[in-house]
């Protein structure tokens, strides 16, 4: 979600901040700002996009060598220019009831939880607010913290900070100078290459283009730069070296190409996304999930943590939560591993019964989700210490954090709403399932080829579900006059009908729920009328003859369905029942091929409503506070 870059230089470094902001604007944010040092604090703040601030800044000769920069995602204060970063403090004046001009502007990532006690605090010492969020409780504790050197004001100021943060901060009576903090959300420092510049950003993906020499902040560091020199200092503010790494992060626009928008884009990238993450493994190895010491050194072994575990406890959110609700059944199935999902915001605040024998596996496409990090830590704390990430992000928080990793090659996705993240997901999961199966002595060399080759033709099968456009083009004209529809799944496949649910609601802003397709008859079912469209994932399995009888449910009630069918299933196209059939049926690997043609259809019906696909409302890409 909201995005930092902080830069210092011997050129104006307007340009190098709005474009940073442009390379984040996929993360989603309703408003954004800059602010630079020049002779004074300098700033410029809006509610529309980025390319707006960049003709705002140019109208107004904002220049300086350094500067801030912000996109919000609305937590506290409605999108208003008011409450957009960056924040400048108002400290009380020489005379009383005055306020002194702005001497700190701040940008800030997170939630302060004790915002209010220290708002009044502020307040009472003469401080004046301006705006409804907790991030100008940041710039006024800072503030009052000053006494000519900025980085001592903002140690200072982070003892008394109770939430998650990553902030920047500049300071009118230093101009060539940045500070930063994170606890709870990303912060980088970025090492330029000319001029002795040095940049503080949110994400690798805004300096791309401007340097590749990255240092990850650890949870508690404060970080100085300045030109041609920083520091960094621990939670115990000690100072502390931290390595530089080199990332290569997307320089440039990402290009549409003959798309029109990056969620199809995206989905119909599945077939290279997928090839990509099973690109090398010639044998299904447990050493395929091996760690990575922060050193580049060898980690921790998969084969001997896999051999010593006896559960799986899977800790996600949203579209990722759904992959490991598709892969507790590969687990228990084809693993025989007892396998527990639970949705990460919920997992960490009730008591649970934890067992140092369970690995715990966390999902996440950005590896900064706020929530699922905090779930992590909270299993962590309970002792259950075997932890292993399916990540699409190999420098994240949660890969530096996880004993073991297994990196999906997705690529960078720009559209919020999850596609070739997901499919990745559950190809890691998958091969995840198979290493641990071997490693418990549960699969055999007849079945490890078959799921291989099964896995190297995906990319092919993918192409074939692709080919299904124009049809569902077809049922997303019905679908866009609608405002409610439920979708079905069974067994393997209810999982992916919550993801086709979840997916239509996100981009198309139609509500639509998923069940269990047994659990019509228990509720749902007096929903159904002629104008409920009723989804069903249909197939050919061991529960098809009991999907079978939950769609004559449907029928009976007047309901009009929409058939994903495998061509042997014998659903045949009729009276208020439209089949698309699938190329081929594909056995475990089926869920893979299932969602996309439900990723389609809520691309198509957005598209037909003329909704927002790649930036839907109040949604951002990257959750990164709780």
Not at 142 to 158: M, N, P, Q, T
Not at 172 to 184: L, N, Q, S, T, Y
Not at 284 to 307: N, Y
Not at 474 to 487: H, T
Request: aromatic content about 6%; proline content about 4%.
């Amino acid at each position: 979600m909201c995005g930092i870059v902080g830069a210092v230089s011997g050129r104006n470094i307007v340009p190098i901040l709005v474009q940073g902001l442009q390379r984040l604007e996929y993360r989603g944010y309703d408003s954004c700002g800059v602010a630079v040092h020049a002779g004074g604090l300098q700033r410029a703040r809006t509610t529309a996009r980025v390319a707006d601030l960049l003709t705002q800044v140019a109208e107004d000769h904002i220049e300086g060598r350094t500067g801030i920069a912000h996109t919000r995602w609305a937590t506290h204060g409605a999108p208003a220019v008011h409450n957009a970063h960056p924040h400048f403090s108002h400290g009380p004046g020489a005379d009383a009831g005055t306020a002194r001009p702005g001497r700190i502007a701040l940008v800030h990532n997170g939630i302060i939880e004790n915002h209010e006690a220290l708002r009044a605090r502020l307040q009472a010492k003469g401080y004046v607010f301006e705006s409804q969020t907790d991030t100008e409780v940041i710039a006024h504790l800072i503030d009052s913290h000053y006494d000519g050197d900025l980085f001592e004001a903002l140690k200072a100021s982070v003892l008394q900070l109770q939430g998650a943060y990553a902030i920047a901060a500049i300071c009118r009576d230093e101009p060539h100078r940045v500070v930063g903090a994170r606890a709870g959300s990303p912060l980088i420092l970025g090492v330029g290459k000319e001029g002795g510049e040095n940049f503080l950003a949110s994400d690798a993906m805004a300096l791309a283009g401007v340097t590749d020499q990255i240092v990850y902040l650890e949870e508690g560091d404060v970080v100085d730069i300045q030109p041609g020199r920083y520091w960094i200092a621990d939670r115990a503010h000690k100072p502390v070296d931290r390595p530089v790494r080199t990332v290569l992060a997307h320089s440039g626009a990402a290009e549409l190409g003959p798309y029109r928008h990056f969620m199809q884009k995206e989905i119909f990238e599945q077939p290279r996304a997928i090839g990509d993450t099973l690109e090398g493994i010639e044998g299904i190895v447990p050493e395929l999930f091996d760690g990575v010491a922060q050193d580049g050194a060898p980690g921790a072994a998969a084969w001997r943590v896999f051999k010593e575990i006896d559960k799986i406890l899977i800790l996600a959110c949203g579209t990722s939560y759904y992959s490991g609700c598709t892969a507790k059944y590969w687990l228990e199935g084809i693993a025989k591993i007892p396998t527990q999902v639970e949705i990460a915001s919920e997992y960490r605040y009730r008591d649970s019964v934890p067992d140092p024998k369970t690995l715990v596996v966390t999902i996440t496409q950005s590896g900064e989700t706020a929530d699922t990090l905090a779930a992590l830590r909270h299993a962590r704390s309970l002792g259950m210490e075997q932890t292993l990430t399916v990540c699409n992000v190999a420098t994240s928080a949660m890969v530096r954090e996880c004993k073991l990793a297994y990196i999906t090659r997705a690529g960078v996705e720009i559209g919020v709403a999850s596609t070739k993240a997901f499919t990745t997901q559950l190809a890691g999961l998958f091969l995840l399932t198979l290493a641990l199966a071997q490693a418990k002595g549960r699969l055999n060399e007849a079945e490890e080829g078959r799921y291989l080759k099964e896995m190297r033709h995906l990319p092919v099968a993918l192409q074939s579900v692709l080919a299904l456009e124009p049809q569902i083009i077809s049922w997303a004209e019905d679908f866009a006059r609608k405002e409610n529809a439920l979708f079905l799944g069974r067994g393997l496949h209810y999982p992916i009908a919550l993801e086709g649910a979840l997916k239509l609601k996100e981009v198309t802003y139609i509500h639509a729920e998923a069940y269990a397709a047994g659990e019509l008859k228990h509720g749902p079912l007096a929903l159904v009328t002629s104008e409920m469209p009723v989804v069903a994932v249909a197939p050919n399995d061991a529960l098809l003859e009991k999907l079978k009888s939950n769609l004559q449910e449907v029928r009976a009630r007047g309901g009009v369905l929409y058939v994903l069918a495998d061509g042997d299933t014998h659903i045949e196209s009729g009276e208020d029942l439209h089949v698309i059939r699938m190329p081929e049926h594909y056995g475990a690997l089926s869920p893979l091929l299932h969602v996309v043609p439900l990723q389609l259809l809520a691309y198509h019906t957005a598209c037909a409503r003329g909704t927002d696909v790649d930036k839907p409302r109040n949604l951002a890409k990257s959750v990164t506070v709780e």
